[in-house]
């Protein structure tokens, strides 16, 4: 079965290969949310792996539509160091 931490290093990429290619952003972005989880608990907050989630969760964020929640995400970014 497969999980969430099986996303977190990329290493099983095609459910979300998947969304993307249809065109379901939203679903992109749900998948997103699930890794950016998983790196978060993980590998802690200040992880590269963990920001470049939270960097991805902001620009799919923008790219929706949702500004305020993709500054907010983003800005955790800066608030690691």
Do not use: W
């Not at 065109?23 to 950016?36: P, V």
């Not at 964020?61 to 160091?81: F, K, Q, W």
């Amino acid at each position: 079965m497969k999980t969430v931490a099986n996303y977190c290093f990329a290493t099983d990429s095609i459910p979300l290969a998947s969304c993307l290619q249809s065109g379901d952003k939203e679903c992109a972005l749900e998948m997103h949310n699930e890794i950016l989880l998983a790196r978060e608990n993980l590998q802690g907050r200040a992880s590269y792996f963990t920001l470049q989630s939270y960097y991805t969760v902001g620009a799919l964020c923008s790219y929706l539509g949702r500004h305020d929640e993709a500054e907010y995400v983003i800005s955790v970014t800066y608030n690691c160091y």
